[in-house]
């Protein structure tokens, strides 16, 4: 798959039409659908609102490519491959989905592309929130030309023909513009509360720590060592470091903590 992406990667761009500069945002999403699109662009841009319109471009561009492929059903129906996807469940074929939209496809090829090789970086919940706004200025776009038409009044009979399956069209889109948004939210609100959870065990282990390096200077200043290797070997005898008190503290460790504090044999540190 990463192969498909940077192959064609320059062929994409040349088809794919950037995102405006310098506000990638400037997109006019009006009342239409009892204003819903306007919602999507505003939440999309609370989640993207530092990021440029060349990167915005550019990771579009990765997304179009796989979310216009045919290989989804290929690759999410083997059974020998992934069968999590975030836009449809697992309990039935893709290839049998009546309408998997290209949210469907996209979640389907997702997981199995190293985005960690492609640039420019993205978190997940970035691709989807991507997504959403390129499948949002996709639906308003139609909904612009026909709002134009209809209030010029130039609407030719052809033009009028083909008005309700614009909007048919725009519909569409802005459905995966919404499903893809309800996604990037629900990864981030994971990934925030993994983060959060990560820095809580950080520091929670750095109280223990400071803790068990106090305690394991205190072990050495305890007894008149002629040497360090005698302290060591006490502090690594009796220092236990886990909460079901089955692991000792290593020598390692010992030695390194002894060494940042300055500690030598036959010498109190000063308390």
Same mark, same amino acid.
């Given at each position: 798959?990463?192969?498909?992406?940077?192959?064609?990667?320059?062929?994409?761009? +040349?088809?794919? @039409?950037? !995102?405006?500069?310098?506000?990638?945002? /400037?997109?006019?999403? $009006?009342? $239409?659908?009892?204003?819903?699109?306007?919602?999507?662009? !505003? &939440?999309?841009? &609370?989640?993207?609102?530092?990021? +440029?319109?060349?990167?915005?471009?550019?990771?579009?561009?990765?997304?179009? @490519?796989?979310?216009?492929?045919? *290989?989804? /059903?290929?690759? !999410?129906? /083997?059974?020998?491959?992934?069968?999590?996807?975030?836009?449809?469940?697992?309990?039935?074929?893709?290839?049998?989905?009546?309408?998997?939209?290209?949210? $469907?496809?996209?979640?389907?090829? &997702?997981?199995?592309?190293?985005?960690?090789?492609?640039?420019?970086?993205? #978190?997940?919940?970035?691709?989807?929130?991507?997504?959403?706004?390129?499948?949002?200025? /996709?639906?308003?776009?139609? %909904? #612009?030309?026909?709002? *134009?038409?209809?209030?010029?009044?130039?609407?030719? +009979?052809?033009?009028?023909?083909?008005?309700?399956?614009?909007?048919?069209?725009?519909?569409?889109? =802005?459905?995966? =513009?919404?499903?893809?948004?309800?996604?990037?939210?629900?990864?981030?609100?994971?990934?925030?509360?993994?983060?959060?959870?990560?820095?809580?065990?950080?520091?929670?282990?750095?109280?223990?720590?400071? +803790?068990?390096?106090?305690? =394991?200077? &205190?072990?050495?200043?305890?007894?008149? !060592?002629?040497?360090?290797?005698?302290? %060591?070997?006490?502090?690594?005898?009796?220092?236990?470091?886990?909460?079901?008190?089955?692991?000792?503290?290593?020598?390692?460790?010992?030695?390194?903590? %002894?060494?940042?504090?300055?500690?030598? =044999?036959?010498?109190?540190? #000063?308390?």
């Amino acid at each position: 798959m990463l192969k498909l992406l940077t192959c064609n990667a320059a062929a994409m761009k +040349s088809e794919f @039409e950037p !995102f405006a500069h310098p506000d990638p945002f /400037d997109i006019p999403a $009006g009342d $239409g659908f009892a204003g819903w699109p306007a919602q999507i662009l !505003f &939440e999309i841009k &609370e989640l993207l609102f530092d990021c +440029s319109s060349d990167w915005l471009t550019a990771v579009a561009s990765h997304i179009h @490519e796989l979310a216009r492929t045919n *290989r989804a /059903d290929r690759v !999410f129906d /083997d059974p020998n491959g992934a069968r999590e996807s975030l836009a449809h469940s697992e309990s039935g074929q893709f290839s049998l989905y009546r309408q998997p939209g290209y949210i $469907g496809v996209f979640a389907a090829l &997702e997981p199995s592309v190293a985005w960690d090789k492609i640039e420019p970086p993205t #978190e997940r919940w970035q691709r989807y929130a991507v997504f959403a706004l390129m499948y949002l200025r /996709d639906s308003v776009k139609i %909904l #612009e030309r026909r709002d *134009r038409l209809q209030r010029t009044g130039r609407a030719t +009979s052809a033009d009028n023909k083909y008005l309700a399956l614009d909007l048919s069209e725009a519909s569409a889109w =802005a459905l995966e =513009a919404m499903r893809a948004l309800q996604i990037a939210h629900s990864l981030r609100i994971d990934a925030r509360a993994k983060s959060a959870r990560g820095r809580k065990a950080a520091v929670a282990r750095h109280v223990v720590f400071v +803790s068990l390096k106090a305690e =394991a200077l &205190e072990m050495a200043d305890s007894r008149p !060592f002629k040497t360090k290797e005698q302290a %060591l070997d006490y502090i690594t005898s009796n220092l236990l470091i886990d909460s079901a008190n089955n692991k000792f503290c290593s020598r390692s460790a010992a030695s390194k903590w %002894l060494r940042e504090a300055g500690w030598k =044999a036959g010498a109190r540190r #000063e308390q």
